[in-house]
C-alpha cells in the first residue's frame, strides 16, 4: 500500500476513534449537568481568549503598520491613546454572546445570562474607548498654537463622564432586562439626592464650562488669588478644578467654581501688553523743601539732564518778574525754583532716557502725593518694556538705587524713622548739619558755613 493510501487510512481511523470518544464523553455529560454547565462556560471563555489573542497578533499589528504609512498625525494620536487596543475587546465579546446562544449543553438561563454578562461588558469597552477617544482629541486640539486660549479638556470631561454614567445605565438595564429609558426615567425621583451629595462637583462642572466659554481663565495665566495662598501659572484646566503652579514651585488645587464665588487677578492683560508698571514712591522729608539760591541753579544748570530744564526755567522766570515787579527783598515776592521741583524734573528726564522704560503708549508721571506724617511721597509711576519677573525686578531697582543715591545732591532728604544708631549720635552730639544744605562735597559760594563740632 502506498504512503498517501495509509496516511487517508490512518487519518480515518483515527477520525472515527475521535467520533466514538466524542459520542460516548456526549452520552456519558448528558446525565451529569453539573458538569456539563461549567465545561461548557470554560470552553467558551477560552474561545473567547483565544479570540482576543488572535485579534491582537494579526488585526491590530496590520492597523498599526498600515497606520505608520499614512501621512495624516490623528490616528497616530488615536494609537498612541490605546482606542484600537479597547475596541479588540468587543471580539471575545461578541464571541461570549454568540456562543452562548448557540451552546445546547447550556441551559437557557445560562444562556441569558452569559449573553446579558457580554452587553454589559460591552458598554464598558466602548465608554473606555471612548476616554480614549476624547484624550486623543484633546492632545490633537493642544498642539494648535491658540488652544491655550479656549482649552477645552473640561468639555471633554463632561463627555467622558455622561459617557461612562450611559455605560452603567446600560449595564444595569442588560442585567435586568429593562429598557434604558425606563432606567432614566427612574433617575428623576433621585436627582435631588444626586444633588445634594455632588453639590460640589456639579458647580464645578457648571463653572468649569462658564471659566472656558467666558475666557477667564488660560492655562499659562499668571493669577493671584489670596484666598487660597494662590500665585502663579496656571498649568491644568479640568472639569472640577484648576491647578496653579505657584512662584516657589508648590501647586495649589482650586475648585472651578471658587473662581466665580471669590475675586481674583488674572496678569494676561500686562503679559500681552509688553509693559508691566512700576508705581513706587520715595517720601522727602518736608524740612528739607526750599528754593534754590542763584548759585545753586547756576550749579545745577551744569548737570546734563538739567541743563535745557534750567535755562527755559531761567528765561520763564525772568520774563514773569519783569512783567510784574514785585519787592526782591522777600523772597516768595518772587518767582523761584525749589530743590524739589528740580529734583522732580531731574527724575523725569531721567527715566525719559531710561532704554527699559516705554515712553509711548503707556502712562508717565512722577509726581506728587497728599503729605503724609513720613514726608511728602514723590511717585514714580511708569512701565517697564519688560515683562519678565526678573528683568522688572532689576530695572525697578537700578531706577531706585539711583534716584536714592540723588536726593541728597539736591538738598533732601529721604524720611526715615529713627533708630538706635541715629538716637545715640543724637546724644553724643555728633551731628549738627543744618537741615536743607547740600553735601559738604557739593558746597557752593552761596552756602551758609556749616557750624563745627
Known amino acids: 500500500m502506498e504512503p498517501g493510501t495509509r496516511f487517508l487510512v490512518f487519518a480515518g481511523s483515527l477520525a472515527n476513534a475521535f467520533a466514538v470518544a466524542w459520542d460516548e464523553l456526549r452520552g456519558w455529560l448528558d446525565g451529569r449537568p453539573f458538569v456539563t454547565v461549567p465545561l461548557s462556560i470554560a470552553l467558551l471563555l477560552v474561545l473567547a481568549w483565544v479570540s482576543l489573542l488572535l485579534v491582537r497578533a494579526t ?66 469597552v466602548m465608554a473606555r474607548a471612548l476616554s480614549g477617544f476624547l484624550a486623543a482629541l484633546n492632545e490633537l486640539y493642544n498642539s494648535n498654537p491658540r488652544a491655550a486660549e479656549r482649552p477645552i479638556k473640561n468639555l471633554l470631561q463632561v463627555v467622558d463622564v455622561v459617557g461612562h454614567i450611559a455605560a452603567l445605565i446600560f449595564v444595569v438595564a442588560a ?48 493669577i493671584e488669588m489670596p484666598q487660597f495662598n494662590a500665585d502663579g501659572f496656571v498649568i491644568d484646566v479640568a472639569l472640577n478644578n484648576i491647578s496653579v503652579q505657584n512662584w516657589d514651585k508648590t501647586i495649589t488645587v482650586i475648585p472651578a467654581h471658587k473662581f466665580l464665588e471669590n475675586s481674583f487677578k488674572n496678569w494676561r492683560g500686562m503679559q500681552q501688553s509688553g509693559g508691566r508698571r512700576i508705581k513706587r514712591s520715595v517720601l522727602i522729608d518736608l524740612s528739607t523743601v526750599r ?85 511728602l511721597p514723590l511717585e514714580i509711576y511708569v512701565f517697564v ?53 547740600l553735601p559738604p562735597s557739593l558746597s557752593l559760594p552761596g552756602d551758609r558755613p556749616r557750624s563745627q563740632p
Open 59 to 124: 488585526v491590530v499589528p496590520a492597523v498599526r503598520a498600515l497606520v505608520s504609512r499614512t501621512p495624516h498625525k490623528w490616528d497616530d494620536v488615536v494609537l498612541r491613546h490605546h482606542v484600537l487596543d479597547r475596541l479588540a475587546y468587543l471580539v471575545p465579546m461578541a464571541v461570549v454572546y454568540r456562543g452562548a446562544a448557540l451552546m445546547e449543553s447550556l441551559p437557557e438561563a445560562a444562556s441569558t445570562l452569559l449573553q446579558r454578562l457580554a452587553l454589559g461588558c460591552t458598554a464598558i
Open 291 to 375: 528754593f534754590l539760591t542763584d548759585e545753586e541753579v547756576e550749579y545745577f544748570e551744569r548737570f546734563d539732564l538739567l541743563r535745557d530744564y534750567i535755562r527755559q526755567k531761567k528765561k520763564e522766570i525772568e520774563e514773569h518778574n519783569r512783567k510784574y515787579p514785585i519787592d526782591p527783598s522777600i523772597p516768595v515776592n518772587l518767582r523761584r525754583l525749589t530743590n524739589l521741583g528740580t529734583f522732580r524734573a531731574y527724575v523725569e528726564r531721567y527715566l525719559r532716557r531710561h532704554p527699559r522704560i516705554h515712553q509711548e503708549g503707556f502712562p508717565f508721571l512722577v509726581r506728587q502725593l497728599q503729605p503724609t506724617e513720613q514726608g
Open 385 to 437: 518694556n519688560d515683562v519678565q519677573w526678573v528683568v522688572y525686578e532689576s530695572v525697578q531697582a537700578d531706577i531706585f538705587d539711583h534716584i536714592l543715591a540723588a536726593v541728597p545732591h539736591f538738598g533732601l532728604r529721604v524720611f526715615q524713622s529713627p533708630t538706635g544708631h541715629d538716637v545715640t549720635r543724637a546724644l553724643v552730639g555728633r551731628e549738627n548739619v543744618a537741615i536743607g544744605e
Open 175 to 222: 442585567l435586568l432586562d429593562r429598557s434604558p429609558v425606563l432606567l432614566l426615567s427612574g433617575l428623576g425621583a433621585m436627582s435631588a439626592i444626586v444633588m445634594l451629595v455632588f453639590r460640589d462637583s456639579i458647580l464645578s462642572l457648571v463653572a468649569g464650562m462658564q471659566v472656558t466659554r467666558t475666557d477667564l481663565i488660560r492655562i499659562g495665566d499668571w
